[in-house]
């Protein structure tokens, strides 16, 4: 099949196509304008110019493909409800739309599991309901019932919070690289609370499984690793990578909040954007986010290749022979 891929110049996207180009798929590598191409080009691949808040593009984009596996997305914790409503709301109806328009039936959507947000009895599954967290969730919350009710050959994937080599700007890279710094010294809360990452290769592997699988249509699946860890699981994970002592404090929510706040209003006045200092971070790290795969082992035969400390040392290499670390 030929498969174009929204998204394909992003982390996700860029590992996806790395992989479908060794057959027997074709990938179609579709790129907002002034976006960096060079590794689509590297890799030899076709590419098209596309934009979700541009219905021509997209019909444009869409022809002699038979299968579209939607990755593009405003993705940040911290933006504005009109560009998530434009961009992952309504740009994901207008290429359902044009899909059907044009007559490619095949639509894989990438989901999140922060469409489910924090999880009260963990861990959750597909039938979890769903209680997003920020504004970002809510957006995919949205998009997943538009895909549903699309009448196309439909799947939808919801990762974990990815990590991986080549991973930038993003939560997990701030999660991991501070590391090294202050975040080192304290754990906030408990502890005792879940987080389940999922390294990006396998990410990719139940993309690449869902496409072929008859069985994924109309499913929802998400895809993370085999079991989740606790903060002070991660954080001992890290701490052995880092050849750092483990966080010995533990500081109350409410007086995170507390510290979080001048960092926060700090980092608005200047422009800069860490997710890790702001207090509604807080809220986050002292809940569940846990989750079951046996739908997705069952359906796709999808089994986790990385468990996260093999993952972590692998991604800690890369930003150190790459300069960020």
């Known amino acids: 099949m030929r498969v174009l891929v929204t998204g394909a110049t992003g982390f996700l996207g860029g590992h996806l196509i790395e992989e479908l180009a060794k057959g027997p798929h074709v990938p179609i590598c579709a790129y907002r304008k002034g976006s960096d191409t060079g590794n689509i080009d590297r890799l030899g691949l076709e590419k098209v110019t596309f934009d979700l ?129 202050f975040a080192s010294k304290f754990i906030i809360g408990s502890g005792k609370n879940y ?3 999922v390294h990006v290769k396998d990410v990719v592997q139940g993309f690449v499984k869902a496409l072929d699988a008859r069985a994924s249509i109309g499913g929802t699946y998400i895809i993370t690793q085999a079991r989740p860890y606790t903060y002070e699981e991660v954080y001992r994970v890290l701490a052995k990578i880092f050849q750092q002592k483990e966080p010995r404090w533990r500081v109350p929510g409410s007086l995170a909040k507390l510290m979080m706040l001048p960092i926060e209003g700090i980092n608005l006045l200047i422009g800069r954007e860490n997710f890790l200092y702001r207090r509604e971070t807080v809220n986050s790290v002292t ?29 800690v290499a890369w930003y150190r022979e790459n300069g960020y670390l």
């Open 53 to 181: 808040t541009d219905r021509g593009s997209m019909l444009s984009a869409l022809r002699n493909v038979d299968a579209v596996v939607h990755l593009a997305a405003y993705y940040t914790f911290t933006g504005k409800k009109e560009l998530y409503d434009r961009v992952n709301v309504k740009g994901t109806a207008d290429l359902l739309q044009s899909c059907k328009e044009v007559g490619v039936k095949r639509f894989l959507y990438c989901s999140s599991t922060e469409a489910m947000g924090p999880i009260a009895a963990p861990p959750g599954d597909e039938g979890t309901p769903l209680n997003p967290q920020y504004e970002y969730g809510r957006s995919k919350a949205r998009a997943e019932g538009l895909v549903k009710a699309s009448g196309l050959d439909w799947t939808i994937l919801r990762p974990s919070g990815i990590y991986g080599p080549s991973n930038l700007d993003d939560v997990a890279f701030y999660f991991i690289t501070s590391f090294q710094g």
């Open 195 to 197: 987080i389940q990452f």
């Open 287 to 315: 809940s569940d986010r846990a989750f079951k795969i046996d739908r997705a082992r069952r359906d796709l035969g999808y089994e986790p290749i990385y468990d996260l400390p093999e993952g972590m040392a692998e991604t």
